[in-house]
Each structure stands twice: as C-alpha cells, then as structure tokens.
C-alpha cells in the first residue's frame, strides 16, 4: 500500500507564489507517471500538470508559464511551483500517481487527499 500526501497549499493574494509538494510513502515503489488536478468548487476535477518518469510534462493551458512540476525521484516526492497566482486557481488541489510496486513490478494508481489553495483578490 502507498499513501500520498500533499502538502504546501495555503492562502496567497493574486500574484503570489505556492511551493506544493506530494510525497509517496508506504511500501517500497517507483513513481511513474504523477499528475497535479485540481477542483474548484462546483467544478470537475482538472488535470493541471503531469509528469512522467522521464521528467516530460504536459500542461494546462491555463497554467502554462505561471506553474512548473518538477521530481525528485530519490525521495519520491514531486513539486508544483505556482507562480502568479489568480483567485481563479482556488480549488483544492490533488496529486495522483502512478507507482510500480518494488516487489511484485506491478502499477497501481493513487491518489491523495488533496491541499486546499486560496487566492484572494
């Protein structure tokens, strides 16, 4: 079994910067492809970013240029640097990772909590 955890959300004015980060734990794996979503309220969940094993991301249009993934494969743990930061990007945001499990080499997928980002105006 993995967990993931987010961790980093909080309340920015519009303009402002978040450091988010996700981090695996649990049983022994290899993060492959990881996603950052994100859900407003009354909205459906977006995908905002994802990463794949080799470090290629693929982006929302709407956060092209303000927002950056970035992995520390070591560790486990991706990051979302959010820069720029518009009272439109309020919405509790979520990792989801696909892992291959150590033991058996099988992938599961997982997702965590999610960490909440407010943007004031």
């Known amino acids: 079994q993995v967990r993931l955890v987010e961790s980093g959300g909080g309340l920015v004015q519009a303009g402002g910067s978040l450091n988010l980060s996700c981090a695996a734990s649990?049983?022994?794996?290899?993060?492959?492809?990881i996603g950052w979503y994100r859900q407003a309220p009354g909205k459906e969940r977006e995908l905002v970013i994802d990463?794949?094993?080799?470090?290629?991301?693929n982006y929302a249009d709407s956060v092209k240029g303000r927002f950056t993934a970035s992995r520390d494969n070591a560790k486990n743990t991706v990051f979302l640097q959010m820069n720029s930061l518009k009272p439109e990007d309020t919405a509790v945001y979520y990792c989801?990772?696909?892992?291959?499990?150590?033991?058996?080499?099988?992938?599961?997928?997982?997702w965590g909590p999610g960490t909440q980002v407010t943007v004031s105006s």
């Open positions: 649990g049983s022994p794996c290899t993060i492959n492809t």
């Open positions: 990463i794949n094993t080799g470090g290629s991301t």
């Open positions: 989801k990772a696909i892992v291959r499990m150590t033991m058996t080499g099988r992938l599961y997928q997982y």
